[in-house]
Nanobody, 124 residues
């Protein structure tokens, strides 16, 4: 069983930056595709970014492309999301997620492990 714990959320002004961290524990996750999802009130979770086990392939939603960067450190069992040029519309709960697959997948239904979420609020 893999447990994921997010940290780094908070309140930031528009144009600012935040770095989210996800610590994984339990079985080794180094071969799993990992991702960051975000969820708005009343909406289904949507993917923001994903990264394969090697870090060789990444995916970004169009809404975050050029502003967010996903990375991972398999030796430390950590996944990160560096968020820059934040906008009020980035305000959401952000979730770290782990798939049992090794390729890039974007549907939340293909992610088996989930963290508890961390709130990101961007003020205008």
């Amino acid at each position: 069983q893999v447990q994921l714990v997010e940290s780094g959320g908070g309140l930031v002004q528009a144009g600012g930056s935040l770095r989210l961290s996800c610590a994984a524990s339990g079985r080794p996750f180094s071969t799993h595709t990992m991702a960051w999802f975000r969820q708005y009130p009343g909406k289904e979770r949507e993917i923001a970014a994903a990264i394969t086990w090697s870090g060789g392939s990444t995916y970004y939603a169009d809404s975050v492309k050029g502003r967010f960067a996903i990375s991972r450190d398999n030796a430390k069992n950590m996944v990160y999301l560096q968020m820059s040029s934040l906008k009020p519309e980035d305000t959401a709960i952000y979730y770290c997620a782990g798939s049992r697959l090794t390729n890039i997948v974007t549907s939340p239904h293909l992610y088996y492990y989930w963290g508890q979420g961390t709130q990101v609020t961007v003020s205008s």
